[in-house]
């Protein structure tokens, strides 16, 4: 399930737990297909559980949609997303930001070009962001 289909469900609801709560008929109202329908009525609380280990592990906040911090500008965006994992100064996501992302298989000199760009952005006040995967990304943090 993307984004799009998510905040859709979060108009027609209002919110995550009237999802969940919800009867089949009222979920084939929201236009949920029957696989939908069986994963919000039995979630993946294993993997759910395993993400949450993985934020705790990595020092990281989980930031969603409704959350107060959520920045207004990514709330904006067509497909934002539902939750993002936030490591680092919550005061910066009010900061002018750039998106930093690329091959998780960069070559060694694209690592090195990443980094360079990222420190320049950075020592001119640009707060830098990415989607926290191997190569390109971790360079450039």
Not at 20 to 34: C, G, M, Y
Request: contains cysteine; neutral net charge; glycine residues 6%.
């Amino acid at each position: 399930m993307g984004p799009v289909k998510a905040h859709r469900w979060l108009e027609f609801f209002g919110d995550v737990e009237k999802i969940f709560s919800a009867s089949p008929h009222e979920l084939k109202k929201a236009r949920l297909t029957p696989e939908q329908i069986d994963l919000v009525r039995k979630p993946d609380w294993a993997a759910a559980e395993k993400s949450l280990t993985w934020a705790l592990k990595n020092h990281c906040q989980l930031i969603v949609f409704t959350d107060d911090l959520y920045p207004p500008l990514l709330r904006e965006i067509h497909a934002a997303p539902l939750l993002f994992y936030l490591r680092g100064d919550t005061s910066l996501l009010s900061q002018p930001q750039l998106a930093m992302v690329g091959s998780r298989h960069a070559s060694v000199m694209g690592l090195s070009q990443a980094k360079q760009f990222a420190s320049e952005l950075a020592s001119r006040g640009w707060v830098i962001t990415s989607g926290m995967a191997l190569g390109i990304d971790a360079a450039s943090h």
